[in-house]
Every structure is written in C-alpha cells, then in structure tokens.
C-alpha cells in the first residue's frame, strides 16, 4: 500500500531563512509526487508535482523540491521564507489513476519575525 | 472562473440529523473526491466517483453515503451513523494527469 510520511510536524523558521520540508514516499511503482499548501480553513492549493523527466521541479511561490528515487524523498526547499508563506503543507503520491492521492499528515510551518 | 464550489462554510448538527454538504465544479472534470481532515491526521478519502451515476468507498465511508446524477455535482451526506462527524470537508476534482483541484471546504461541527 501506498505511504506518505512528513516527519517534522511543526517547522519554525526565520523570516528570510532558508527552508527544508522533508516527504518520504513509499509506492510500487514510479509514483507521481505533489506538493500542496493550506492556509487556516481554507482548501489545499498546489504548489508543484512531479511526474517523470528532472528530478529538480520548480513550483509556484518560489517554491522547488528534488525528487530522489533512492531515498524515496521528495523534499520542499525555498531559498528565503516570507511571513505570509506561513501554512501547512501537505506532501502527497499517487499514480493519475481514480482513486486520488494519498496525503502525507503535513508540517506546519511558522515564520519569526 | 474555473473552480470547485463547497457549500455550505459552515454547518452545524444536532446529533441524529443528517446533512449534505455540496459540491459544484465547473471543470469538466471526470473524477471527484470527498476527504476529510481531522487536526494532524492530514486527509482521509470518504469517497470517489469516476464517472455519473458511479463512486466508490474511500478508506473512511462507514457513515456517509454520496450521490453523481450530474458530471458537475458531487454531494455528500452525513448521516446520523456517522459517530464522529465534526470535522472539515474538502471536496476535489482530478484533472487528467493526476492533479487535484480542491474546493475551500465546509466545516461540520455537531452540537
């Protein structure tokens, strides 16, 4: 069966610091892999997803994440944080068939000032 | 616009009742979604639908029931089996190579 696990719960960052989300995926096959933002009460907005070709993605928000098939990772990276990127983040796999994807339990990230 | 329509925002139940939570895409999206997200358990599939007059249980279906007589319309119900229903809904379509379109969610709270 498929897994997604995010390890890190919450995050609190620095305004302007760097940023490192972590996802490990487990799938049988080659899996498509997203990457999804929320902010409170509010629905899941897609940030960048992974389907075949540069392991390096570029998203939307300044956001990039690296797929590596070895270590069944599909990390989150964004070079300087802004306040208003504050949310929770869900990490999710699938295959592009009909039941959907299945979600990670997602990070919560807080900005310092 | 394009998009996915939840409603209502809000709801509240008294326990016992049942409700339908709506959901409106103008998409043209085949397949549909329902998930459920309880604080720090990211989100559990209720139910699906592929195609009209067709859906499928999710991990978590025990409780709620669904309906597609329309391509555009996916309503799900709560009902009073449900033992645990205070929670936020999220409705979803897929587009063709596997992205999901989610709507803003309703929030369920039972009295």
């Known amino acids: 069966a498929q897994s997604v696990t995010q390890p890190d719960i919450h995050i609190t960052v620095s305004e302007g610091a760097s940023l490192e989300l972590r996802c490990n995926y487990s799938?049988?096959?080659?899996?498509?892999l997203f990457w999804y933002v929320q902010s409170p009460g509010q629905g899941l907005q897609l940030l960048l997803k992974?389907?075949?070709?540069?392991?390096l993605v570029q998203g939307i928000k300044g956001f990039e994440a690296e797929f590596k098939r070895s270590q069944s990772s599909f990390n989150l990276r964004k070079p300087s944080v802004h306040w208003s990127d504050a949310a929770e983040y869900f990490c999710?796999?699938?295959?592009?068939?009909?039941?959907?994807?299945?979600f990670g339990k997602g990070t919560h990230l807080i900005i310092q000032p | 616009d394009g998009g996915i329509t939840q409603s209502p925002k809000y709801l509240f139940r008294k326990e016992g009742q049942n409700v339908t939570l709506s959901c409106e895409q103008n998409?043209?999206?085949?397949?549909m979604y329902w998930y459920r997200q309880d604080p720090g358990q990211g989100l559990r599939l209720i139910y699906y639908?592929?195609?009209?007059?067709?859906?499928q249980k999710g991990d978590i279906a025990e409780g709620y029931s669904v309906s597609r007589e329309k391509k555009e319309s996916f309503p799900l119900t709560v009902t009073s089996a449900q033992k645990n229903p205070t929670a936020f809904y999220l409705c979803?379509?897929?587009?063709?190579?596997?992205?999901?379109?989610f709507g803003e969610g309703s929030r369920l709270t039972v009295l």
């Open positions: 639908s592929q195609i009209v007059n067709d859906f």
């Open positions: 979803a379509s897929r587009r063709g190579t596997g992205e999901l379109f």
């Open positions: 999710a796999v699938g295959r592009g068939g009909a039941d959907g994807l299945t």
């Open positions: 799938y049988g096959a080659t899996p498509y």
């Open positions: 992974y389907f075949s070709g540069d392991t």
């Open positions: 998409l043209n999206h085949d397949a």
